[in-house]
T-cell receptor
Framework: GENVEQHPSTLSVQEGDSAVIKCTYS??????FPWYKQELGKRPQLIID?????GEKKDQRIAVTLNKTAKHFSLHITETQPEDSAVYFC???????????FGDGTTLTVKP | DTGVSQNPRHKITKRGQNVTFRCDPI?????LYWYRQTLGQGPEFLTY????????KSRLLSDRFSAERPKGSFSTLEIQRTEQGDSAMYLC??????????????FGSGTRLTVV
C-alpha cells in the first residue's frame, strides 16, 4: 500500500519568514495530494491540494509543488504569522480509491 | 450547520464494553470515511463508504470493529470488547466522489474514546 513520509516533524520559524514542509510517497499511481492544518484540539482542515496533472498551485501565502518523477511534494508558507502555528499533514490518494494516506504531521511554530 | 457532525464528542468506557459512534456527513457528499488518530500521529485509515456500500476496510482492523452506513446517509462505527489500545480520537470525514480523482475531506470534530 501507499506510504507517506513527512519532514520535518517540528519546525520553528520567526514571524515573517518562510516555512517549507516536504513529503514523499511510494505509490506512483497516486494522483491527488491534499494538505490539512490541524490546530490544537480542533479538526483537520483542508488548506490546499494539488492533482498530478499540475506542478504547482498557489493560494495567497501558501503554495504546493509536486515532483511526480521524484514522488515528492512540498508545502510552502510565505510571510508566516503566529496564527499559522499548527500541525500540518500531507496526504496522498489513488484515483478512484477514495482513501487518503496521511503523513505523521509537522508541528509548525511561528514565533512573534 | 452544514458540516460533518460526530457524536458523542467524548466517551469513557470500561475495558470489554462495546461502544458505538455516529457520524452525520455533509448531505451532498456520497463518500464517508472513518479514521483513527493518536497523539503525534497522522490520521490512520479505518474504512470508507461510497453511498451505502463499504468499499474498503483496513487490514489493521480486527473483527471487533464494524461500520455501517444504512441508506447512504449517517454512519455508525462500533467497537466490541474494547481494549485500552483502542483509546484514540475517531475522526469521520466526508467528500464528494463524482470525479475519478480524489477530493479533499471535510472532517468532523471527532469522538475521543478513552478505555479504562
Amino acid at each position: 500500500g501507499e506510504n507517506v513520509e513527512q519532514h520535518p516533524s517540528t519546525l520553528s520559524v520567526q514571524e515573517g519568514d518562510s516555512a517549507v514542509i516536504k513529503c514523499t510517497y511510494s505509490d506512483s499511481a497516486s494522483n491527488y495530494f491534499p494538505w490539512y492544518k490541524q490546530e490544537l484540539g480542533k479538526r483537520p482542515q483542508l488548506i490546499i491540494d494539488i492533482r498530478s496533472n499540475v506542478g504547482e498551485k498557489k493560494d495567497q501565502r501558501i503554495a504546493v509543488t509536486l515532483n511526480k518523477t521524484a514522488k515528492h511534494f512540498s508545502l510552502h508558507i510565505t510571510e508566516t504569522q503566529p496564527e499559522d502555528s499548527a500541525v500540518y499533514f500531507c496526504a496522498a490518494s489513488l484515483s478512484n480509491a477514495g482513501k487518503s494516506t496521511f503523513g505523521d504531521g509537522t508541528t509548525l511554530t511561528v514565533k512573534p | 450547520d452544514t458540516g460533518v457532525s460526530q457524536n458523542p464528542r467524548h466517551k469513557i468506557t470500561k475495558r470489554g464494553q462495546n461502544v458505538t459512534f455516529r457520524c452525520d456527513p455533509i448531505s451532498e457528499h456520497n463518500r464517508l470515511y472513518w479514521y483513527r488518530q493518536t497523539l503525534g500521529q497522522g490520521p490512520e485509515f479505518l474504512t470508507y463508504f461510497q453511498n451505502e456500500a463499504q468499499l474498503e476496510k483496513s487490514r489493521l482492523l480486527s473483527d471487533r470493529f464494524s461500520a455501517e452506513r444504512p441508506k447512504g446517509s449517517f454512519s455508525t462505527l462500533e467497537i466490541q470488547r474494547t481494549e485500552q489500545g483502542d483509546s484514540a480520537m475517531y475522526l469521520c470525514a466526508s467528500s464528494e466522489g463524482q470525479s475519478e480523482v480524489g477530493s479533499g475531506y471535510t472532517f468532523g470534530s471527532g469522538t475521543r474514546l478513552t478505555v479504562v
